[in-house]
């Protein structure tokens, strides 16, 4: 027999959870940028071209949700602390990519590591059971909010 499925309370319950760490996640991470001199939206940026590698600004707009006005102006405040080039595309110079640089290599990397050591500290008093559980579902939570 099939377990019901979770009823409109538990998923009331699981909304407001994950709003509220989505909410401790952001302010522990506007904490940890205050000792760089990115932006919270910098940062962001930042992390796509990280994982992504070099794009467009209209493909940067499109991960970050913001006009391309906007991600414009953030490029180049980003590119004036050496934290990305634009670069012509080597098949279609009428085509600029963001690169990331070094710096915002290294930025990128820290901020990341810290986070993870903020959550490691958090996952202190959970079982490595409990942790793998936990993953899984978020993986497979992130995977079905994906195919939306």
Known sequence: MK?????????????????????????????????????PPQFVALQWLFEDGDMT????????YT????TTDLIDRMEKNNLVLRIKDINDRRVVRIHLLDEGKRIIDEVIKKRQCYLEEILKNFSDN????LQENLVKLHQEMRKE
């Open 3 to 39: 377990p019901e499925k979770a009823g409109g309370d538990i998923i009331a319950n699981v909304e407001k959870e994950l709003r509220y760490i989505a909410g401790i996640i952001k302010q522990n991470g506007r904490e940890l940028l205050s000792d760089y001199t990115i932006t």
């Open 57 to 64: 600004i209209g493909e940067l707009s499109t991960k970050i």
């Open 67 to 70: 006009a391309c006005s906007t």
């Open 130 to 133: 409990e942790i793998k559980v």
